[in-house]
């Protein structure tokens, strides 16, 4: 799988958009990003994951360069409880096999009144 | 809430002992995943089972071991405990999404405090 690099913290203040970047120059073809998030001492976070194309849920929106080589994770109205630790993961697809994530240090998001 | 569900929340133990963890992955979900989190080495993976058989090994000391049961629930057994040992343990349970992709989803962990 591929390394990311990622601002070990950031803050943003409450109400507006929180962009968390994240740098992955060697990501292959078939390579998905995935985003998680931990809460404190809480379990990990699913967020969104996306290839190529960008991606939003309920959650947060992803958006992915066009050579691939990062992508942002975009918090439209960061609200208190978003303040976590951001994980960016790369990951190989192989279809149908399920296989273990790799977390690196994550951005620690601090949302602020 | 993920649907995955871990027992105890907390433990705390002596050194030298023995500890069971309990993980009940999402409905239908096959794959269970254990992964450690210390304070120094962050989320590390340990051991990923499906289907009841053993598919990856991670950085899972020989004291530890692991087995997922017929109803899909996974135990984590950690023995002769060591100080170095307390760490939040999480499993993760995952789905498969479309085109094959898959997903993960955490329990809440199990606090293990060994003194």
């Known amino acids: 799988d591929a390394k990311t690099t990622q601002p070990p913290s950031m803050d943003c203040a409450e109400g507006r958009a929180a962009n968390l970047p994240c740098n992955h120059s060697?990501?292959?073809?078939?390579?998905?990003v995935y985003w998680y998030r931990q809460i404190h001492s809480q379990g990990p976070q699913y967020i969104i994951h996306g290839l190529k194309n960008n991606e939003t849920n309920e959650m947060a929106s992803l958006i992915i360069t066009e050579d691939r080589k990062s992508s942002t994770l975009i918090l439209p109205h960061a609200t208190l409880r978003d303040t976590a630790v951001y994980y960016c993961?790369?990951?190989?697809?192989?279809?149908?096999?399920?296989?273990?994530?790799?977390f690196g240090s994550g951005t620690q998001l601090t949302v602020l009144p | 809430d993920s649907g995955v569900t871990q027992t105890p929340k907390h433990l705390i133990t002596a050194t030298g002992q023995r500890v069971t963890l309990r993980c009940s992955p999402r409905?239908?979900?096959?794959?269970v995943y254990w992964y450690q989190q210390s304070l120094d080495q962050g989320l590390q993976f340990l051991i990923q089972y499906y289907n009841g058989e053993e598919r990856a090994k991670g950085n899972i000391l020989e004291r530890f071991s692991a087995q997922q049961f017929p109803d899909l629930h996974s135990e984590l057994n950690l023995s002769s405990l060591e100080l170095g040992d307390s760490a939040l343990y999480f499993c993760?349970?995952?789905?498969f999404g479309g085109g094959g992709v898959e997903t993960q989803y955490f329990g809440p962990g199990t606090r293990l405090l060994v003194l």
């Open positions: 060697t990501i292959s073809g078939n390579e998905y």
């Open positions: 993961i790369v990951r190989d697809r192989v279809s149908g096999s399920a296989r273990q994530l790799t």
């Open positions: 409905s239908g979900d096959l794959s």
């Open positions: 993760a349970s995952s789905v």
